[in-house]
């Protein structure tokens, strides 16, 4: 995929099946192509990031994204379609939205207790050890990541069903682009 072809002015409503969004800059995308695809975080003064490439099911959530690596690289903000091609991960910040909205088939709000045993437990184990001061809630995920994950049984399903929204421990390839559009 070359810069020139960026051809389209409209975004899809929804990624074609089995593709996931990535917000970005044309800066990164001469970088993909020229094999050089270092993680390059743009969201430096917010909560602690695992690197890698985060994607989205959601355009909106991607072209926010996309305009404020642009800004970073001060260059012009694009949309990604990207194949799965590797595992996937969980997103550090979906236990922020678990955690402060639950869905009801997994949470019991009369008894203020998770439904989901896998659930009840890890949320359990991660609040004995957070204290919110000075870091969030995700922050301590993060320290806890790999751990908490393999203890649990927390994956990239988890994270999609409450951010709409995974992580590739690898940076993105150009073999992944299916499409690029120039953000709105």
């Known amino acids: 995929m070359k810069i020139q072809d960026i051809k389209s002015k409209t975004h899809p409503s929804t990624p074609p099946r089995g593709t996931l969004f990535h917000g970005t800059s044309e800066y990164v995308l001469g970088e993909i192509e020229s094999g050089r695809n270092r993680i390059?975080?743009?969201?430096?003064?917010?909560?602690?990031?695992?690197g890698g490439a985060?994607?989205?099911y959601f355009w909106s959530?991607?072209?926010v994204a996309a305009k404020t690596a642009a800004r970073e690289h001060r260059s012009k903000p694009i949309v990604l379609a990207v194949k799965i091609t590797s595992d996937l991960f969980p997103d550090e910040d979906w236990v922020v939205a678990a955690a402060e909205?639950?869905?009801?088939s997994d949470f019991?709000?009369?008894?203020?207790?998770?439904?989901?045993?896998q659930y009840q437990g890890f949320f359990?184990?991660?609040?004995?050890e957070y204290l919110g001061e000075g870091h969030s809630l995700s922050d301590e995920y993060v320290r806890r990541y790999d751990e908490l994950n393999d203890l649990y049984?927390?994956?990239?399903?988890?994270?999609f069903r409450y951010k709409g929204s995974v992580r590739?421990?690898?940076?993105?390839?150009?073999?992944?682009?299916?499409?690029?559009?120039?953000?709105?």
């Open 40 to 50: 390059q975080r743009v969201y430096k003064h917010n909560n602690v990031s695992l």
């Open 54 to 56: 985060y994607l989205t």
């Open 61 to 63: 959530v991607a072209n």
């Open 101 to 104: 909205r639950p869905k009801p």
């Open 108 to 117: 019991d709000f009369a008894s203020e207790t998770y439904r989901n045993h």
């Open 124 to 128: 359990e184990d991660l609040f004995s």
């Open 153 to 159: 049984g927390i994956t990239w399903r988890d994270s």
């Open 168 to 184: 590739q421990a690898n940076p993105i390839t150009a073999e992944q682009i299916t499409s690029v559009w120039t953000a709105i």
